[in-house]
């Protein structure tokens, strides 16, 4: 592997598959007047009201993406379905953590008959050609990594069994390679931001997956991947890859400064150090093949 990895997939060569191949029994269909039918079949059970010309944004074998079209067009909403429950489940309690704690398209409903949950519609993508785009992705991914800091007293209690604290008492999951590189990574996070912090991370990061709303704020689409016992240290090993998709070629150690720059904006205590032996203490415990340079 190469220092320079292409895509985000690139940059986690050897990383330990979090779920085997063929785990998904049932997959979204494929067939465009399927997907279509599906959608309208959740938006009467799961969202009765919501109405409007329905096409199809995006589609895999896991989930499938509509748009919901509203007059006004700014009152367009999207709706995705999920394959699997679990999935479904993941994402819903994402929403649950990031809404009002980081930077995430708005949940207008949810429902548990077809899987689905109804989204803010952010048609226009953000721009890539302004220079501080590179600090802005860092600090939206800082965000989540530390959303839990900002969760209301009834969520966090909630969330307690997640907590960095909750984590080392319990054993590693089962998809780790080496627990005890796994037990050094959760030591760093407690150095970095205390026991309650729920270590958030997985995020789908591509450049196509910042979003504008009308007033500018960016936004991160796709958080139904983010995981409580992943870490964000698999968020940092792939941002130079979705960097320089996005046309900024940037240097490991200049993409280290940048997340260690929003992380401390938003409340950690990570050093440079620190930070390096925690991303070496997560390859060992995934068995990643390469930190392209972050180590150093």
């Known amino acids: 592997m190469t220092s320079a990895p292409a895509t985000a997939a690139e940059a986690l060569t050897g990383l330990a598959r979090i779920r085997p191949p063929g785990w998904l029994a049932a997959p979204m269909p ?25 096409s199809v944004l995006s589609a895999r074998y896991t989930a499938a993406v509509f748009v919901v ?125 205390g026991p309650d912090l729920v270590p958030l991370g997985h995020l789908d990061l591509k450049p196509e997956h910042l979003r504008l709303r009308s007033d500018g704020e960016v936004v991160l689409l796709d958080v139904e991947s983010v995981r409580p016992d992943v870490t964000g240290l698999i968020d940092v090993v792939t941002l130079t890859a979705v960097l320089r998709r996005a046309g900024h070629e940037l240097s490991a150690g200049r993409v280290l400064g940048l997340y260690l720059d929003a992380t401390a904006a938003h409340g950690a205590n990570w050093t440079a150090s620190t930070l390096r032996s925690a991303l070496r203490a997560y390859a060992a415990a995934t068995g990643l093949e390469s930190l392209h340079g972050l180590d150093q």
């Open 30 to 54: 494929s067939d465009p007047a399927a997907l279509l039918g599906r959608a309208r079949q959740a938006l009467a059970a799961d969202h009765p009201g919501v109405t409007g010309r329905v």
């Open 69 to 193: 079209h509203q007059v006004p067009a700014g009152a367009s909403l999207v709706l995705k379905l999920h394959a699997d429950p679990a999935a479904y489940a993941g994402e819903t309690l994402a929403y649950a953590l990031l809404t009002g704690t980081a930077p995430v398209p708005r949940l207008y409903g949810e429902g548990e008959t077809m899987l689905s949950v109804l989204l803010e519609h952010l048609p226009q993508a953000a721009d890539w050609t302004r220079p501080q785009m590179p600090a802005v992705l860092a600090d939206r991914v800082a965000a989540v990594h530390t959303a839990s800091q900002r969760l209301t007293a009834e969520a966090a209690e909630a969330m307690a069994r997640f907590t960095v604290a909750a984590l080392q008492g319990a054993p590693a999951p089962a998809w780790i390679a080496d627990p005890g590189a796994y037990g050094g990574v959760l030591a760093g996070y407690a150095d970095a931001y």
